[in-house]
């Protein structure tokens, strides 16, 4: 299909300051497309309130301007430019909360201006969390139950109906999971629907049955307007659901689902993202109970993610230049990758190799920040580490975060009734390895001889701030800290001076099961294996060569009917992820 002759100038939305939820991530989208489009003979505006940026150098855009990311402002760019067609998909949520209300305020319309790739119906269908909630149960897919409310009595109501606490709120169109939590109790309902409500654009907050225990799983998906599908890479979460995205480590291509399951999440995907109507780049989530299979979709963001310049690093798949020459029509086959160059956007990323993606927290910055991680973002980066296996990939993007895994020493473990028998696991593990293992037990009942497996304890006990946790920890010679905590983290002030202290005294700190068990892993791996370093070209030349191999072998590669897919680890090797 031929580019759409009718596109002359398109207008990119630019996501703005570098804040927490997008960073430079959708500057590197941004760019991406508008090279991509400039390729085509496409003039091209950028509008970005950020100056720091690449996006808005002349020689990626025609035309910059550096204006607030406002509805109105960005309606008399159009006025003044008059292009054929704007596309938001490259900015972040901002960029697709402007298109929204663009389209609402009737100017589009007046200027004769398109939206190009994902339209606004489609946008609204994936944002809308009562919309999107109805049309992924019209196409038999399944999703957590939820009821919208617009008040704190509303969402009473909706617990009650919904089987009672814990559940999970979150605000429609919000960025980087603001104004969502888990809420354990009704002071945490109170506290999370009111900051929902502030923070929704269309002041309603999503009270949604919340699934502990389950893990999740994400897919970037590219979709032409020939309805051609293909799935760059399925990435996990190393941490359990209820942690954000861009709060965990995740690990690419997923390590613990077996092809067959892969596929049954695959055709999903395509499924809910046809029903949308996406044309282009999109990032959908699952959350599957690692028990059963039984799998459930979370949510669909309609643009270029975060997630979208990890996987496209990691595969060595331009998801953003992709995206960008689709919205002008073409479709995957007639895309060429430019990363590889052997092959077209046809075909789906092979790799042999394993990325781990670690966040990076300025709790050295925010003197006030509580280093626990949850629902909504508070990391501002992200380093990526690749290997051979998962635990190389997890030891050099730890190392590459400045938080470098240590390989002795004395480590703090954090426990609770309803953690001990993880507990006994984790210190069962580092004794193993050699560490001195210190017990903190928040309540002592119900952990039954747990005590008698560490070589001491610290009382739980009311420091009078961090600092006076940090020297604590450092006259106990604490060079890890470990919480297995599930609940209320972030709730207990003893809990936060923990936290803080050890980020004062600049201790490693974990705070989920799933975590340590990766940390553990590491230090197992490392007492026998050393690390080996390639370059990205390398790597993406060698899968590229693995790719064109495989087809001149008489593999069947066609766009929506491909049955195998990424290499994927067996369940049973990597059982504790």
């Not at 910055?365 to 508070?378: A, N, Y």
Request: hydrophobic share 40%.
């Amino acid at each position: 299909m031929p580019k759409l002759d009718w596109i002359r100038s398109v207008l990119i939305i630019g996501s703005g300051p570098i804040v927490i939820g997008q960073a430079a991530e959708f500057d590197y989208s941004g760019s991406q497309a508008s090279i991509a489009l400039r390729e085509e003979g496409v003039r091209t505006i950028v509008v970005n309130s950020n100056p720091a940026t690449i996006q808005t150098d002349f020689e990626v855009a025609d035309i910059v301007y550096i204006e607030p990311l406002v509805p109105e402002v960005v309606a008399e760019i159009l006025r003044k430019e008059r292009p054929d067609a704007i596309l938001p998909t490259m900015g972040g949520q901002t960029g697709l909360n402007i298109a929204v209300r663009l389209h609402e305020m009737g100017v589009l319309d007046e200027l004769g201006v398109k939206v190009i790739g994902t339209p606004v119906d489609a946008i609204r269908r994936a944002e809308d969390r009562r919309l999107f909630h109805e049309l992924v149960r019209s196409i038999g897919e399944r999703i957590p139950r939820s009821i919208e409310v617009g008040s704190f009595e509303e969402a009473v109501d909706a617990v009650r109906e919904l089987g009672g606490f814990p559940v999970l709120c979150r605000a429609s169109y919000a960025l980087g999971g603001t104004g969502s939590g888990v809420a354990w109790n009704i002071e945490d309902l109170r506290r999370l629907v009111n900051t929902g409500l502030m923070v929704s654009m269309n002041g309603k907050v999503a009270i949604d049955e919340y699934l502990e225990g389950w893990k999740e799983y994400e897919l970037e998906v590219v979709r032409d307007s020939a309805d051609n599908c293909v799935s760059v890479c399925p990435m996990e979460n190393v941490d359990p659901l209820g942690i954000h995205t861009g709060e965990s480590i995740v690990v690419a291509p997923a390590q613990t689902l077996t092809d067959e399951e892969y596929q049954v999440l695959r055709r999903a995907a395509f499924k809910v993202v046809r029903a949308i109507g996406v044309i282009g780049a999109c990032n959908i989530q699952f959350a599957v109970n690692p028990e059963s299979f039984e799998y459930a979709v979370i949510e669909v963001n309609p643009r270029v993610s975060r997630s979208s310049a990890l996987a496209s690093k990691a595969t060595g798949y331009p998801i953003a230049r992709v995206a960008a020459k689709v919205a002008l029509g073409y479709t995957l086959d007639e895309i060429r990758n430019k990363v590889v160059g052997t092959v077209t956007a046809a075909m789906e990323p092979t790799v042999d190799y394993v990325v781990v993606k670690i966040p990076r927290w300025p709790v050295d910055v925010f003197e006030t920040m509580d280093p626990v991680i949850g629902t909504m973002m508070k990391s501002t980066g992200e380093c990526m580490g690749i290997g051979r296996c998962f635990e190389e990939a997890y030891w050099k993007a730890e190392l590459a975060a400045n938080n470098p895994i240590p390989e002795g020493g004395r480590v703090l473990v954090v426990a609770d009734p309803t953690t001990s028998d993880e507990a006994k696991y984790i210190i069962s593990e580092l004794k193993s390895f050699g560490f001195e293992v210190l017990l903190m037990l928040v309540e002592k009942g119900g952990t039954g001889s747990l005590e008698e497996t560490t070589d001491g304890s610290i009382e739980w006990s009311s420091w009078r701030d961090e600092v006076d946790a940090a020297v604590a920890l450092r006259s106990s010679g604490v060079g890890m800290v470990i919480d297995l905590r599930r609940r209320r983290r972030g709730a207990d002030v003893t809990g936060y001076r923990l936290r803080r202290g050890a980020v004062i005294t600049g201790i490693p700190y974990v705070t989920t099961y799933q975590g340590a068990s990766a940390a553990l892993r590491a230090v197992r791996w490392l007492r026998t294996e050393r690390p080996e370093f390639r370059s990205l070209n390398e790597l993406h030349s060698l899968a590229a060569g693995q790719r064109v191999a495989g087809l001149k072998a008489g593999s069947a590669y066609r766009n929506t009917q491909i049955e195998e897919g990424q290499i994927i680890n067996s369940r049973a090797e990597n059982a504790d992820l």
